[in-house]
């Protein structure tokens, strides 16, 4: 039965001071996001959070947490907090993984770490369940299945998962730890929890820096597909302009179109040793798993790099250097993504509204990855329950708090265009637009020097003309060497 959704009026929300205080006790640990990664000296401990606020008696659950200490002696008494993206992934494992970007910022201040409630090691909801779920390549009638057998399996009411939830445990770690305010940094999910923590808690909020911006007020899902299609004509645009790249696939659309209509109408299996595990593996290779390979590969500037190669092998019979793509980006996202958490947020912050996205069904029919996406949200959240919703969540955030916002030119999910509807109402905000570049811009060139320049003086812009003609995308892969020398 399809469940009602559950809308609670922010007035309705203890805010975490109507809690009792708590202190928290951090002893040394490692933080690692796993191979290659190395470990990061920490001082890490367990905050016990209500699992839902309203009831500071009832259930509770542990949430963890690690600050990364400042190498100044003396740090500013507002530290950084990175927000990881998904919906689902840890903030620790993000943090591990990217945290050379942060370095200049941790000369002067403390990195405080929380693994939002539902991902890593905070009361995770994690379902043994495909994770090609997530990337819509399930039929409906599998994904009601599997999001059946997920909501059966939780620990926990998902209903307290969401992003209203989570940022009164950002809000209560803030007074636990004696900070005066947080500087914040979230990455695409995480750039809305950044939002609405400053809207939330403008008091608690010195700058925020938005990297893949997801706006309030929109609702994704929907234009997921038709943001993938124009990042890959952008990446076929840029190859034809490429000498190199326009010499060695000079029909480059071409053998895309025939290598979709190939698995489309019958998938191609595929055996190859799996690249995390090294036994074999058989992958049936069908036209979901190649659009999901396709939009997963376009985040990044460096995979991007590989896709006409990939294509033109695919279209001469060759496709072990696609499906090894494939096996990696499946195991990334199984490792990555609690899925109950991702499923909490969606269905109850994204999929009501998708009526509202003015996104028609013959748009999605001309993108290779059609609407399955948007129908395999929609159908889990047909029955997944909705959670707890602030009043206002939607709307553009307003406060006076400098914002910097990070945009990537060729960003398959969260274009630059984001950033100016987030933008709309911001008192202070500087944007920033990474040319050729992808989701994600913490990483790229002098971002890591803009964003240290932010954090330090929010009110001067950090932002210099030059700095944006340092950013280059890699070059295209011509052959298993690489780009042409």
């Known amino acids: 039965m399809k469940s009602s ?49 309203a009831s500071p008696d009832g259930e509770t659950i542990e949430l963890f947490v690690a600050v990364v200490p400042a ?50 090691q905070s009361a995770p909801l994690d379902c043994e369940i495909d994770e090609e779920i997530v990337s819509g390549q399930m039929s409906l009638e599998q994904t009601r299945a599997e999001t059946e057998k997920c909501l059966a399996a939780l620990p926990h009411d998902p209903r307290f ?23 914040l940094y979230g990455i695409s999910y995480g750039s809305r929890v950044a939002q609405h923590f400053a809207r939330r ?37 840029r190859c034809a302009e490429d000498t190199a790249c326009a010499a060695r696939f000079p029909d480059l659309p071409q053998r895309f179109a025939a290598v979709e209509a190939q698995v489309t109408a019958e998938p191609v299996s595929v055996t190859l040793p799996n ?41 001469d019979g060759n496709f072990q250097p696609l499906g090894a793509q494939y096996l990696m980006i499946s195991s990334s996202l199984s490792e990555s993504l609690s899925i109950g958490m991702h499923n909490a947020v969606m269905c109850t912050e994204d999929a009501p509204y998708f009526d509202g996205e003015a996104v028609t069904d013959e748009q999605l029919a001309a993108t290779y990855m059609g609407p399955l996406l948007r129908d395999a949200m929609a159908e889990m959240c047909a ?38 509807l987030a933008a709309v109402d911001l008192s202070t905000a500087y944007l920033h637009t990474g040319e050729k570049q992808g989701h994600g811009q913490a990483p790229r060139g002098c971002v890591p020097d803009v964003m240290a320049d932010f954090v330090a003086s929010p009110d001067v812009s950090p932002i210099e003309d030059d700095c944006l003609l340092r950013q280059h995308a890699m070059p295209f892969f011509i052959d298993f060497s690489g780009p042409s020398p």
Do not use: M
């Not at 928290?24 to 839902?52: H, M, Q, S, W």
């Open 201 to 237: 808690y403008p008091g608690s909020t010195r700058s925020v820096i938005l990297d893949g911006v997801v706006p309030p007020q929109i609702a994704l899902g929907p234009a997921i597909a038709t943001e993938a299609q124009r990042a890959l004509e952008a990446i076929f645009d």
């Open 71 to 120: 190498q100044s002696l003396e740090p500013a008494p507002d530290p950084l907090v990175p927000i990881a993206g998904g919906p689902g992934q840890a903030s620790s494992d993000f943090y591990a993984a990217t945290a050379n970007a942060f370095e200049r910022i941790r000369r002067d201040r403390d990195i405080v770490l929380l693994d939002q409630r539902g991902t890593g």
């Open 383 to 420: 029955i997944w329950p909705a959670g707890v919703l602030d009043d206002g969540f939607k709307e553009p955030l307003a406060t006076d708090s400098p914002v910097l916002l990070l945009s990537g030119e060729a960003d398959p999910i969260t274009p630059p265009e984001y950033a100016d």
């Open 275 to 315: 690249p995390v595990t090294g036994a074999a593996e058989t992958v049936d290779f069908g036209g979901d798993q190649f659009a999901g390979s396709i939009r997963l590969l376009s985040y990044h500037p460096s995979t991007v790099a590989l896709i006409p190669f990939l294509v033109d092998q695919a279209a």
């Open 161 to 183: 998962f969401t992003t209203s939830v989570a940022v009164t445990d950002l809000e209560a770690l803030r007074e636990a730890l004696g900070y005066t305010q947080f500087n």
């Open 5 to 53: 959704f559950l809308f609670v009026p922010a007035l309705l929300l203890l805010s975490a001071t109507t809690l009792p205080a708590q202190t928290l006790d951090l002893e040394d640990c490692r933080i690692n996001a796993g191979a290659p990664y190395p470990g990061i000296k920490a001082r890490c401990g367990t905050f016990v959070r209500p699992l839902d606020p």
